[in-house]
């Protein structure tokens, strides 16, 4: 039996790979769920394995918080006795958080084949600590599944070998669709005091949002001025809650505690509007069909801006009232890209599992850098 460990650390990975084991367990591999801990707390890990039905992971390396240094070498020296132990056939990563890195890493010195779930997206800003993450984990993986089109031309441009890259379509929406029948039975709104269109959902946890009191000053300056227009809804993360408390926020915003999926979905579903600096959340309500607005100068899912509900609002605050303004009055029409249809995860089980065996892979080595072009963006 083909042996896969598939390996989950934050919140935004859980409602990635449990499609991702499913789907494999369904075609008859044997996969062992490694829990890195790189989040811990009941809010941030907890209720999302209960929501999803995520089995108790097989391994827990209880990484925990601390810089991108620590975080990333905790799980680093963590997971490689373990991969030595499990001696598996393959290692799934997903995303682009620090344990994506720390176990792409390990996995492609130990030898077994790596597959990278939501390869190619590129923002191009060297910034944020996810692009460095995204580009050397795909750089290490041997199979590229990559969630659009777009994602796919990224991988080209780099050099990538055609057979190395696999359009699948987008595991996240797996997980939607699969649930929001469940979500739309949740009470939140009630719990809140909401009503359908009636509120805008928010959420902020990019470092550069968050960390930086002036930054965050001027973001919360801008949803101020939406709230006097459509009152909103903010979840707050950890990492945002002890800034948000020390600078207080407008009237109109209300901060409430970081929500479970299925709480989630409902709020996003029911919302007018959603502004967010997350990567998920752009994808999550294209598939929605409710509009979002971007609080990021760029965005590695461009195809929810061409083909769904997203628009780019920078962090300019007269830009981002302006943009929430416009998208109020004329909202973006629903559409949804091409294979965001629930099964982009039977897609992945069949790369791995009906392709060439592993030992007949070649590590990526042959990649060719282009001269020029999207592959070469480092500043
Ligand atoms: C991480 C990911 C980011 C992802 C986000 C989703 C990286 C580089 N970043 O960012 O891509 O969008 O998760 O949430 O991997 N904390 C808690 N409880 C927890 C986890 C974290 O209180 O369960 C607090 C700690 O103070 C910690 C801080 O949040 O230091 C940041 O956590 P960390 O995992 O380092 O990064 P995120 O900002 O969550």
Redesign the pocket.
């Known amino acids: 039996m083909t042996r896969i460990v598939c390996v989950a650390?934050?919140?935004?990975n859980y409602m990635k790979i449990k499609p991702v084991m499913d789907a494999l367990e369904r075609r008859g591999a044997e996969v062992v769920l490694v829990h890195t801990g790189?989040?811990?707390?009941e809010s941030?890990?907890d209720v999302f394995f209960r929501d999803l039905g995520i089995r108790t992971p097989d391994r827990y390396l209880g990484a925990g918080?601390?810089s991108?240094a620590q975080?990333t070498g905790r799980v680093m020296a963590a997971f490689e006795p373990l991969l030595d132990e499990l001696a598996p056939d393959a290692v799934v990563v997903v995303?682009?958080?620090?344990?994506t890195l720390a176990c792409a890493l390990v996995t492609a010195k130990a030898g077994p084949l790596l597959a990278h779930v939501e390869a190619g997206l590129r923002s191009r800003d060297w910034s944020m600590?996810?692009e460095v993450?995204r580009v050397a984990t795909d750089r290490v993986s041997d199979c590229l599944l990559a969630p659009s089109p777009d994602a796919a031309a990224n991988l080209r441009a780099e050099g990538y070998r055609e057979d190395q890259i696999h359009v699948v379509g987008n595991v996240m929406i797996d997980t939607l669709l699969a649930n929001l029948d469940r979500a739309r039975e949740s009470d939140v709104l009630d719990r809140y005091g909401l009503t359908r269109g009636g509120y805008g959902l928010v959420t902020l946890?990019r470092?550069a949002n968050v960390d930086d009191p002036q930054a965050l000053r001027g973001l919360l300056k801008a949803l101020g001025e939406i709230a006097g227009r459509c009152p909103l809804l903010l979840p707050v993360?950890?990492?945002a809650a002890e800034r948000l408390a020390e600078l207080g926020v407008p009237g109109g915003i209300r901060l409430v505690p970081p929500a479970g999926y299925l709480d989630f979905i409902a709020l996003q579903d029911s919302a007018r509007l959603v502004l967010t600096d997350?990567?998920g959340i752009q994808e999550e309500t294209t598939a929605l069909g409710v509009p979002c607005v971007t609080l990021r100068e760029n965005t590695e899912r461009p195809i929810t801006v061409s083909e769904g509900t997203n628009v780019l609002a920078g962090t300019d605050p007269e830009r981002i009232t302006a943009t929430a303004n416009r998208v109020l009055d004329d909202p973006p029409a629903p559409r949804c890209p091409e294979l965001w249809d629930g099964r982009a995860s039977d897609r992945i089980a069949r790369v791995l599992l009906d392709g060439p065996p592993a030992h007949t892979r070649l590590r990526p080595t042959d990649l060719v850098p282009p001269a020029a072009g999207p592959g070469e963006h480092r500043p």
């Not at 790189?38 to 707390?41: G, K, L, N, S, V």
């Open positions: 650390g934050a919140r935004p790189q989040h811990y707390d941030m890990n918080s601390g991108h975080q995303g682009d958080i620090n344990s600590p996810e993450n946890h470092p993360h950890p990492r997350s990567g």
